[in-house]
T-cell receptor, first 113, second 117 residues
Framework: GENVEQHPSTLSVQEGDSAVIKCTYS??????FPWYKQELGKRPQLIID?????GEKKDQRIAVTLNKTAKHFSLHITETQPEDSAVYFC????????????FGKGTLLTVNP | NAGVTQTPKFQVLKTGQSMTLQCAQD?????MSWYRQDPGMGLRLIHY???????DQGEVPNGYNVSRSTTEDFPLRLLSAAPSQTSVYFC????????????????FGPGTRLTVT
């Protein structure tokens, strides 16, 4: 089955800096890569996703890049703010997996004011 | 729309007890799933369903049963609770058809915090 590795497990940045979280996946048949944000005590919520026919997608301060050859994808947050502090999860879904998402173990992002 | 709802929010069980975690969605989503979240382990899939009457196992199914008699409801049953099942449980749903162009977004419920003593 699919295996998703996520790095780093913790990330601390100063307000205004950029943050980058990286994930690798094992199944070359994966074609859908979402990113979820989970604030403390809350449910995970989708912040951005990308499909395998797209190399990059941007939404205001967040962007995701995908390298299918290397089987990795990354989340980029620019101009970080304290409210960006949360746990971020990447996930991957292979074609024919009956829609099952495999999640990475998460990255705790702390933005220091 | 209430989205995805879960009950109860908190539960304490003794080892060996059984219980059912409830999950319901009002978005007419075909796909529903249960995850458990443990510190440092991410979200691990327990069971999932792609429609009424269809269920399948995920990554960590042992000790749990599910059924899907309607599109809206997807209860998770703990057969004989064990301390290893202490966790936060999330139910999630998504459309298979991908509305508004396409969207495979999984919507999560608020979670159930379960403690087994």
């Amino acid at each position: 089955g699919e295996n998703v590795e996520q790095h780093p497990s913790t990330l601390s940045v100063q307000e205004g800096d950029s943050a980058v979280i990286k994930c690798t996946y094992s199944d070359s048949a994966s074609n859908y890569f979402p990113w979820y944000k989970q604030e403390l005590g809350k449910r995970p919520q989708l912040i951005i996703d990308i499909r395998s026919n797209v190399g990059e997608k941007k939404d205001q301060r967040i962007a995701v890049t995908l390298n299918k050859t290397a089987k990795h994808f990354s989340l980029h947050i620019t101009e970080t703010q304290p409210e960006d502090s949360a746990v971020y999860f990447c996930a991957a879904r292979p074609i024919g997996s009956n829609y099952k998402l495999t999640f990475g173990k998460g990255t705790l992002l702390t933005v220091n004011p | 729309n209430a989205g995805v709802t879960q009950t109860p929010k908190f539960q304490v069980l003794k080892t060996g007890q059984s219980m059912t975690l409830q999950c319901a969605q009002d978005m007419n989503h075909e796909y529903m799933s249960w995850y458990r979240q443990d510190p440092g382990m991410g979200l691990r899939l327990i069971h999932y369903s792609v429609g009424a009457g269809i269920t399948d196992q995920g990554e960590v199914p042992n000790g749990y049963n599910v059924s899907r008699s309607t599109t809206e409801d997807f209860p998770l049953r703990l057969l004989s609770a064990a301390p290893s099942q202490t966790s936060v449980y999330f139910c999630a749903s998504s459309s298979l058809a991908g509305g508004r162009g396409y969207s495979y977004e999984q919507y999560f419920g608020p979670g159930t915090r379960l403690t087994v003593t």
